[in-house]
């Protein structure tokens, strides 16, 4: 299985809603990432889970909570968003590499296919 | 600060032509480099991805290059096909150890080829 799995696929909220977005791979990564990607624009990158541990956190505002429940998992809870977050969210994951003798490293990144939301 | 950049923003073709897609990056302590293609409304498809260490690597009509001193990536594309419309996206590694991989991408190269 070398897949990404997010759901729902698209999400209309108001901005006084709670909602999440789910994310699954069965690869074994253990490092797990949430980007943001507006039209016509390259993604950024808002978190990265490490060992089911909040690494970074790209000064994303409070309203966008991350969860790692566990290694294949991944959730993003919404809530009182704003219209300027509509966007496509996407969920990537990569695999440690362990250089002799030091910390694990990561390195290519598989993307899932992400979850259009729309905020009204 | 690092910064991406990808040359042409578009660019229209006939089929069954050879092209070349540029990226280039400020920084050149950069740990791979991963080329992606992005279809409208999708996700992100991993193309080809070059260690640091690497010159280049090569996956069917695909061939990537890296040349990290003059900071340049070049993403060859032979006999190009309709189904290769899409945009592509450059995207430099930067390392943090323990914490995952931190990716910066170029804005993209919008390509269009016409039968």
């Known amino acids: 299985d070398t897949e990404v799995t997010q759901t729902p696929k698209h999400l209309v909220m108001g901005m006084t809603n709670k909602k999440s977005l789910k994310c699954e791979q069965h690869?074994?990564?253990?490092?797990m990432y949430w980007y943001k990607q507006k039209a016509k624009k390259p993604p950024e990158l808002m978190f990265v889970y490490s060992y089911e541990k909040l690494s970074i956190n790209e000064s994303v505002p409070s309203r966008f909570s991350p969860e790692c429940p566990n290694s294949s998992l991944l959730n993003l809870h919404l809530h009182a968003l704003q219209p300027e977050d509509s966007a496509l969210y996407l969920c990537?994951?990569?695999?440690?590499?362990?250089?002799?003798?030091?910390?694990?490293?990561?390195?290519?990144?598989?993307f899932g296919p992400g979850t259009r939301l729309t905020v009204l | 600060k690092q910064e991406v950049t990808q040359i042409p923003a578009a660019l229209s073709v006939p089929e069954g032509e050879n092209l070349v897609l540029n990226c280039s990056f400020t920084d050149s302590a950069i740990y791979n480099l991963q080329w992606f293609r992005q279809d409208p409304g999708k996700g992100l498809t991993s193309l080809l991805l070059?260690?640091?260490?690497?010159r280049e690597q090569t996956s069917g009509r695909l061939n990537a290059s890296l040349d990290k001193s003059s900071g340049r990536s070049t993403l060859y594309i032979a006999a190009s096909q309709p189904g290769d419309s899409a945009t592509y996206l450059c995207a430099v590694s930067r390392l943090i150890y323990n914490q995952g991989g931190k990716l910066i991408f170029g804005q993209g190269t919008e390509l269009s080829v016409k039968p």
């Open positions: 070059i260690q640091s260490s690497q």
């Open positions: 690869m074994g990564h253990r490092a």
């Open positions: 990537a994951s990569s695999h440690p590499k362990y250089p002799s003798g030091g910390p694990p490293s990561y390195n290519e990144q598989f």
